[in-house]
C-alpha cells in the first residue's frame, strides 16, 4: 500500500521560512519524479513544482520560482520543498505526490499517488 506522508507546515509570518516533509512508502521511491501541489479553498490545485526521478531536473511555477527549493533523497524515501520568503499568497494546503510517467507533468491527473496535505499559513 502506498503512502505519501506530509509534514512540517505551520504558521509562519511573510518573509519567513518553512521545510515540507514528505516520506514515501510502499513504493520504488527512485522510480517516480516527485510533485508538490498546493490548494486553496475555493481555487483549483495549483502545480508547485517537481523533481524529476533520481534528482535530474527541477521545475517551478512561475509564482515560487527563485524561492522555492525542491530536494529528495532517495535513500529515506522522502522529498523535501523548501519555501523561502514566504507570502501570504503561500497560504495553502501543500500537497506531495507521485507519477511513474516517463515523462514529468506539471498537470496533477497525471500523478499516480497524493498525501493528505499539510496546512501552511503565512501571516502578512
Known amino acids: 500500500q502506498v503512502q505519501l506522508v506530509e509534514s512540517g507546515g505551520g504558521l509562519v509570518q511573510a518573509g519567513g521560512s518553512l521545510r515540507l516533509s514528505c516520506a514515501a512508502s510502499?513504493?520504488?521511491?527512485?522510480?517516480?519524479?516527485m510533485g508538490w501541489f498546493r490548494q486553496t479553498p475555493g481555487k483549483e490545485r495549483e502545480f508547485v513544482g517537481v523533481l524529476t526521478r533520481s534528482g535530474g531536473n527541477s521545475y517551478y511555477a512561475d509564482a515560487v520560482k527563485g524561492r522555492f527549493t525542491i530536494s529528495r533523497d532517495d535513500a529515506e524515501n522522502t522529498v523535501y520543498l523548501r519555501m523561502n520568503s514566504l507570502k501570504p499568497e503561500d497560504t495553502a494546503v501543500y500537497y506531495c505526490?507521485?507519477?511513474?510517467?516517463?515523462?514529468?507533468?506539471?498537470?496533477?491527473?497525471?500523478?499516480?499517488?497524493w498525501g493528505q496535505g499539510t496546512q501552511v499559513t503565512v501571516s502578512s
Open positions: 510502499g513504493l520504488t521511491f527512485s522510480s517516480y519524479h
Open positions: 505526490a507521485a507519477d511513474y510517467a516517463y515523462a514529468w507533468s506539471r498537470y496533477g491527473s497525471a500523478y499516480d499517488y
